[in-house]
């Protein structure tokens, strides 16, 4: 257990949040979503600490459970091989950043070109960790021998998931997050092997 603190501390918040939120009796109250949860308008209204909270909570209680083994996963994962500052840079910098794009750059961009999106999308409220999630995936993906098929293949599911039910913000930071953590690691390692 010393190995993955990260991921521990991680999973202690993600259910002192929830609990909080009343997520763990159901699903998370309008107050908390509205309170804690991140949008677009929210942001820009310079409310920069959604950035964090919006990335420990969930919708209900079946998402916060899929959420608690994929963190544990993935994060979990990526610290025992990584070491524990890597993966929360990795994983801060990658959910910050991908949250960002998504919500002032992605979400702007769909809602002027695609026709059933309109403007009301830009003060939906989300929550959830799986941006920086599929950073990390990315970034192990990047470390694995054919690692090109492997990151095709996962890109192939995220868009049947799409293609089945398409959730805006979630959706598209999945996409792009996942590309962001490969890129990311794929730097990393390239600069390690020069060095």
């Not at 310079?46 to 998402?63: A, C, I, N, P």
């Not at 083994?69 to 025992?80: D, N, R, S, Y």
């Not at 998504?102 to 959830?128: K, M, R, T, W």
Request: aromatic letters at 14%; a positive charge.
């Amino acid at each position: 257990m010393s190995r993955i603190p990260f991921t521990l501390l991680f999973l202690t918040i993600m259910v002192v949040a929830n609990a909080f939120a009343g997520t763990l009796s159901g699903a998370i109250s309008d107050s908390a979503l509205s309170g804690w949860g991140i949008s677009h308008l929210s942001i820009r209204q310079g409310e920069l600490y959604r950035l964090l909270t919006g990335t420990f909570l969930s919708h209900d209680f079946g998402m916060f459970l899929r959420q608690m083994v994929f963190a544990a996963t993935v994060i979990g994962m990526f610290e025992w091989t990584a070491g524990t500052r890597r993966t929360f840079a990795m994983f801060l910098s990658i959910d910050v950043i991908g949250t960002l794009l998504v919500l002032f750059v992605i979400l702007p961009i769909l809602v002027q070109v695609h026709p059933s999106i309109n403007a009301e999308a830009l003060s939906i409220y989300d929550v959830g960790m799986s941006a920086g999630g599929f950073g990390l995936i990315g970034a192990l993906v990047a470390q694995w021998k054919h690692r090109w098929i492997y990151l095709i293949a996962i890109y192939l599911a995220i868009f049947a998931k799409v293609w089945i039910s398409f959730d805006i913000i979630a959706d598209t930071a999945h996409i792009l997050c996942l590309f962001l953590g490969f890129a990311l690691q794929t730097a990393i390692s390239g600069y390690a092997t020069r060095r």
